[in-house]
């Protein structure tokens, strides 16, 4: 295989670390970018690291230190986006960014609706897949007749995560705001919607581990290149949170649900899509989708279906042979994000040390760390216990 064509990574949290692992690897020439603070936490031994423009309010300048970075290379780099941010902003201007590097996308349709939650969950109708009741709310004064028809508690959510996280203060952020009765629901929505629209979602009770996550990888021409898929074990934030713990299993149910949801959409290039088993009928119920790697990187890897370096090799046309099996029962940690979600369960009576220690046993991938690479995994540990001690 060819490893001589460089690769750019956006983002250095613990997926865009995950993103340069695997491709340093292979000794691949890697470059990895992000804004100061990230940067300045996730910059790792691995990549020629960077701080870059920000992705959203600084949309010009990224473009212009992209085109310039990449006119230094020989040859088109291959462009990876380990965030929402990013991808974003490549589909806005993917005609400008082809001039010097490779990705694959879906269609600008496609990219903007699984960044809108009201649009993702419009596809899912439309497409007759199973998913939670969903509320579109244009105003306060819907508000009333959205109480005569959902169950509480429900959920408030961003419509477009991505925005509403870049205009609310980081302590007050929240991935879903719970809304336990109905005399909180007005109040909730006034205060949250000045940072961005808002819908109301049910809540799909049970526990973190009914909900699973495909990841995958199809070409150009829709044909899939890899495909593994894992169960979550904690998040963090607990209830609604992203991976803190998780499982590479297989389950063919979730798997073909999946998949033919991409088929519909013609989702090409990397695509994570996520459901939850309902215990009230034993439904998998669609939650989410998004168009590039996952957290899990790392895990993609340890099991055998390492969609980063798939997607390198199908991109620079070296035509991978298709990984669509895994290794099962390898568990992915990102260990700070662990502890500090055991710590609120602990809270609640519903974990003890003993079970959270218990649940590290058994063959695991760290998020972060790597004897030849720890600073990432230390700076991180740092930021969150000093971010868990301010809001205490």
């Not at 974003?88 to 996308?105: A, G, M, N, T, V």
């Not at 220690?357 to 969150?384: C, N, Q, T």
Request: with cysteine; glycine share 4%; hydrophobic share 40%.
């Amino acid at each position: 295989m060819i490893h001589s064509i460089p690769a750019v990574v956006l983002d250095l949290s613990a997926t865009g670390i995950g993103i340069v692992r695997s491709l340093s690897e292979k000794d691949i020439n890697v470059h990895a970018f992000d804004i100061k603070g990230k940067y300045e936490i996730g910059k790792t031994r691995h990549a020629t690291c960077g701080i870059c423009p920000h992705p959203v309010h600084e949309e010009l300048e990224l473009l212009k230190f992209l085109l310039e970075l990449g006119n230094n290379f020989n040859e088109k780099a291959v462009l990876y986006a380990g965030s929402d941010d990013y991808v974003q902003f490549i589909s806005k201007y993917r005609e400008d960014l082809r001039r010097c590097y490779l990705f694959l996308l879906p269609s600008p349709s496609i990219v903007e609706a699984v960044l809108d939650k009201r649009l993702t969950y419009e596809l899912a109708v439309k497409h007759e897949v199973p998913c939670p009741k969903v509320f579109e709310l244009e105003n306060e004064h819907q508000l009333e007749d959205v109480v005569q028809d959902i169950t509480f508690p429900c959920i408030l959510k961003p419509t477009n995560s991505s925005a509403f996280r870049s205009r609310i203060p980081n302590e007050l952020y929240k991935k879903a705001i719970v809304v336990n009765e109905a005399s909180e629901l007005h109040e909730k929505y006034l205060f949250y919607r000045q940072f961005g629209e808002l819908m109301i979602q049910e809540i799909i009770e049970g526990e973190e581990s009914r909900i699973y996550s495909v990841k995958t990888f199809f070409d150009e021409n829709m044909n899939l290149i890899g495909i593994y898929m894992n169960q979550k074990i904690h998040q963090f934030p607990p209830v609604f949170g992203s991976s803190a713990m998780v499982l590479s299993i297989r389950d063919e149910e979730v798997i073909r649900k999946a998949f033919d949801f991409l088929l519909k959409l013609n989702f090409k290039g990397l695509s994570i899509t996520e459901f939850k088993r309902d215990p009230r009928d034993g439904e998998l119920k669609f939650i989410e989708i998004n168009s590039r790697i996952g957290l899990t990187q790392r895990l993609s890897t340890a099991c055998g279906v390492d969609l980063a370096y798939l997607y390198y090799l199908s991109l620079t046309n070296q035509n991978p042979k298709p990984v669509l099996t895994q290794r099962e029962g390898i568990k992915w940690v990102y260990l700070v994000r662990d502890f500090i979600s055991y710590r609120h369960k602990r809270k609640n009576g519903e974990m003890t040390f003993i079970d959270w220690m218990k649940g590290l046993s058994g063959k695991r991938v760290e998020a972060l760390f790597a004897w030849d690479d720890p600073l990432p995994f230390i700076r991180s540990f740092y930021s969150h216990l000093r971010n868990l001690w301010k809001n205490r």
